[in-house]
């Protein structure tokens, strides 16, 4: 396989990659499967003696019938022919269940693997990938893979020995028969593998195109009453059909590559059948072989016929598989920018939270990178709490974001009772600084799944003291089935406030040091507020507490106030000092807010 | 609800009525590539014969046939593989587009049912199963074709044998039926299990900021293992069960064959009997024959498997008839040339076109349709009156957003549209499977009023605005714009007439300036004039790329508050009559809150506004305030009024002033 050009060497590169990507992912999974694959492996071996044998059987055959042997003596060889192929079909079936149990164990241990793995990426990966697309790589790509386990290990492998069998039988046979039969399969297979390098990338494309379509898709699932109350309809019907519009061109482009592989096998076809005619006539006019003899060889390159077929159709999945897999790999590759290195660990009960000259800007594409925190310091003493202020987009959300490693500064240090946040392993550091947003996200799952986030180590009694102390008991009671009674993932069912009540539930079954609530309490009616800041106050006991909030209410617990504009701090200081401080911003803000907003 | 199976003939021969003439090439192409190897099979009989007769005939004849029919075979491929792209693309196209129209059809608020993880797997898997048995059904043909070729040209040969040969493979297709039911079952599991696994992943992802916070990444990592295992033994079973049926039928190959030598084996013997080129010509034949019996065994299977997909996909169109699945619809997918212009992509208009805009004279114009307004009619029509052309036979033909506002005319609608006076009648809503909803609720809007609507959580308030904007099908209940009954919320109350701003508001991956506009050509000032209205215009500065930043998922990459100006700003881009915010300040501060306050209220002069709001500004400022509890409305009044004569409402108040 010479490059017979620039286009070609790269092509040649690419074909590179994905092998050896199949190679190493192959080798990861399959090996805690190794006794199930040693079985296949005897069972699929099995089963191609059997096909091997029994063409032996019809030259035997045909050649008692012209040398004149009787009928009595033909139907014994007839019969060991049926019974041979009756074995070799219960084999057959044997294999396809040991491939398609180890390729769906293999492939859920990658799926596993993978969720896992870009659960742990970095925010700013999220933001830009839709779960849409995410399901398509996560899912989809890895269901293209487990065709690669399963039907293509055993299709292509199986089939590739099963070729290599009928050669050596036909080297047997006769040399020259041997040495033009293998001539043709290895021209076959290397125009396959030239074929199958132009068609993956192609593959790819469309994959990628299919991904961002069902992106669409579940974005405009998501927002229909956003679209159809501002009359957006027929502008999203419209972006359809231009998303459409591209997709044909590389659909079409994807599936002439298929095309091509088809031709292939046709190619086969007439390149054997020219050799059995041109060989067969030639050796049996010079009286080397016997007619039965030239049916075997016919028959054994018909044999190479189906093998070539079925892994030409394969192919199709191995493209496909190719595409699939040449976008895990990038998956498996990115690495979240949060290095997770630490080993020190948090002392327990409250913490202390210091600010050392911080400076955060986010790096996403599409962002400024304008720091959204500039040179940030304070310090707030354990078991203290704090209220932040400022205008959305002064970088209060941000400051929650950095304390729970969502994001590193890119500049300074953040750092927890003397430790440094990124001395702290993240895991550790989750379990001791919690967070609750406005916005709490349920998954369509059970009430104990949604507090426990699926934790069955969590057991009932634990989840009924918390929810007990946070006067969610009634509520509970009221569902037909308690504990088991499911949410939904739109939160239907569910009041705002009761959503809110959940996610410090969740809370409350770990033992943080420090709470941060981030608006916590916005979008409630007061009656559920009341509920809520009850809560609040035994979350907030004998903790380090840090309230975001864009209302003057809700920080009215706080001892401590910080202001923030444009990522620096305009103002910080006791509450009470503050507000009794008629310069201050905090009063100025007390001023119009309580004549505004609270009078 | 009972479950209707999808009629899946009848939806399969609509999407062929969409592509006839594609149809047509394929069924002639593809049958063209099922009846071709009758010739190489012929070819190897007549050389085996030769042999067979010692003739001594060279070689050459027999390898020129073979090469021609290779070329005219690839030849034939390539055209039908084209031909089936296009075929295949098309149908999935029209089914995907026809499940998306049908959903912006339905009250929006209620269009969408289980998670967005399963349901995208009826736009992705569903779709593609039936997409490519539509296309297998032309193999049928194919394959019908070529048993009747083999049928006569082995009959002509043997017809005992024939028989033989044919007996075995009617038997198998005669299983392959009897094993369908449970394939289709089998099948169904395995797709359910699918759409558990696409909806937990969704999930997981849709909510990653909160499993990572919570340190929960692997026991969510643990349930998708568990739901994965789940999955594994159903594919398996399916699977087990798609490959002994398979076996079967490639065993009858083998098992022919042993049969032709079983019971030709004295005429193979005989010097008159069957000769070696026709036992090959036998054996050949058996292959393709089983092949074919094979595939039509496949197909009864996929045949129901796509009726298990097309249910799948029924069920989403909730009600309405199944054909609307495959009802036609261009698609124009014909210009795939610059993508420059096809995410510019509306219908009537690029973005740039506010300058060639149709000027029409929006109140000179001719009233057509108004006569019309109390008939029943509207409900299918929903534009008329609204557009501005000339012509009202052309109006009626706009989408209903195509009424673009020109620059500095500050009404959208014309003179008889404009609202006056808004009147809600005994307006009822229970959601389904729930006592929730609302109740016998009268209001009363009069123009350029700011109402609010006030109560606790599960009060009723959203659902209040749900159905009067159509999100939800009202039970019962009258809603009058100037005293016209409106008979179908969902098409009017739609800018020009009204917008709204929902209380968790979604964008989505496109350009803020795409999220605002959604299709319309107002000009950069209007976006400017809206943006600030909303008081998005400093963070508008603070993005370099200004309109053309791209918002993210969802949205994700704005700030909650960011996300919910935007929408903001959205609506009032529409210079609706009727502005509708439910709970716009959650996400605000203090002071941007009063700023957008004032600026609504100083640039929408004569909109008239209906605000959910629990806030003091907008209590203060409302000229009429509506106390909700459990569905139905406690109390009407002004501030004063209320706090004068309404329990509630001071029950209400005091966890205001309380300060929480």
Redesign the interface.
Known sequence: MHADGAAARVEGHQEMIPVRSYLRILGKYLRPLRRRVVLLTVVALGGIGLQLA?PQL?RA??D???G????SD??P???W??A???F??AA??WA??LS??VG??AT?DL??DL??H???LD?GF???????????R???DVTSLSNFF?AFTIQVIGNMILIGGILVLLWIENVLVGLGVSVFVVVILAGMVKVQTIAVPRWKAVRAR?AE?????????????????????????????????????E??RG??G??ML??MG??T??MG??VV??L???L??DGVMT?GS??LV??YV?MTHEPIEQIRAQMEDFQKAGAGIARVEDLLERESIIADTGTSRLPDGPLQVAFDKVTFAYA?E???G?PVLDELEFTLPAGRILGV?????SGK?TLARLL?R?YDPQAGAIRLDGTALTAVP??DL??RV??V????????ASIR?NL?????TIDDERLLAVIEELGLTPWLESLPVGLDSRL??SGS?L???QAQLLAFT?IFL?DPGLVILD?A??????????LI?RAVDRLLENRTGIIIA????TI?RADDILILEAGHIIESGDRMTLANDPDSRLSH?LA??LE???A | MTERQAPTARLMAGSVRYVPWRYLANVFLWSTIWLMPVI?AL??RE??N???LET????IG??VG??A??LG??GV??LA??N???LE?RVS?LL??NM??R??EMP??Q??QG???E??SR??EDVDHVQETLSWTVDMVGAALFGVMAVWILGGIDRGLTLAVFGPLIVMVIVAERFGGRIKRYREEAQTA?GR?????????????????????????????GL??R??RA??RD??LT??LE??F??TV??G???I??IG??S??ADNGLT?GE??LF??FL?FVTDAGYFVGIFIARFKQAGVSYTRMVKLLRGGSPMRLVQGVE??????GS?EQ??A???QQPTAGVAQRPTPGATQQPTPGIAQQSTPGIAQQPTPGIAQQPTPGVAQQL????AGVPAGVPAGVPVPDRLERLEVCGLSYTYPD?DNGIADVDLSLARGSFTVIT?????GKTTLL?AL?G?VPADSGEIRWNDRVVPDP?SW???PH???T?????????SLRDNL????GDSEDELIAAIRTAALE??LQ????GFA??V???G??L????VQRT?AA??LL?RPELL?FD?LS???????E?TLWSRLLEEHRGATALVVS????ALQRADQIIVMEAGRIAAVGTFADLRESSDAFNA?W???????
Request: hydrophobic letters at 45%.
């Open positions: 029994g019809i055959f045909l008692g019938a012209t004149g042997k009787s009928p033909l139907v060889l007839a019969l022919f049926i041979i192929a009756v070799q079909q057959k079936v396809t269940y398609v149990d769906w164990s859920n799926r596993a969720a896992e870009v659960l742990h925010m999220h933001k830009s990938h839709t779960p849409g697309a995410l399901i398509e996560i899912d989809g399963s299919s379509l069902m992106g669409f898709i579940g974005e405009q699932l998501g927002g229909t009453e956003d679209i159809k109350a501002n009359g957006g309809d027929q502008f999203m019907l419209a972006r359809f059909t231009s998303i459409l519009r591209q997709w044909l061109p659909q079409v599936r002439h298929f095309s088809w031709a046709i190619t076809y007439i059948l020219t005619i041109w067969g006539s030639v049996f006019n007619l030239v049916y016919f028959h018909q996403d599409g962002d400024d304008l202020l400022g205008r959305s987009g959300s729970t969502l993240v895991a989750r379990h919690a967070m947003t406005q916005d709490v996200q349920l998954f369509g799944d426990t986030f699926f934790d069955h939904e993932a069912g009041s705002a406030g969740r770990r608006e309490s916005s979008r409630l009616d007061p009656a559920t507020e009341e800041e864009h209302r003057l209410a009215e803000l119009t807010g505004e907003v609270l | 190489p070819i190897t050389f085996f030769s042999l067979e001594g005939t060279s070689p027999f390898v073979v090469l029919y290779g075979r690839m491929m390539f593989m084209h089936d792209i296009h693309f196209s995907r587009r998306i129209g959903i912006y929006a608020a269009a969408v998670s967005p993880g349901m995208i736009f992705r699918t696994i696409t909806e937990a992943v969704g999930e997981m992802f849709g909510s990653v900021q909160s499993v990572k916070v919570a340190g929960a990444e692997a026991s969510m990592v643990d349930n998708l293992r994965n295992d999955r594994r594919m398996v699977k087990v490959a002994g076996s079967v490639w065993n083998s098992i064959t042993g049969l030598l079983l084996a004295g193979l013997a070696i036992f090959a054996v050949y292959g698609l124009d997918l014909k210009d795939s993508t096809a995410t992509g509306v219908a989408p209903r957003n195509a729930s109560g606790r959580i599960g009060a749900r904007l999100l969902a109350m739609v800018p009204a917008a709204y929902p209380q968790v508001p979604n964008l989505f991956s496109m506009l959604l299709g319309r400093h963070d603070d993005m370099p790329e930043t791209m993210g998922p969802r994700m990459r700030s909650g508050g960011q929408a959205r609506m529409r509708v709970d959650s996400a605000l501060d203090v002071e941007t009063q629990h806030r003091r500004p209400l005091a966890g205001i002033s309380n300060g929480t």
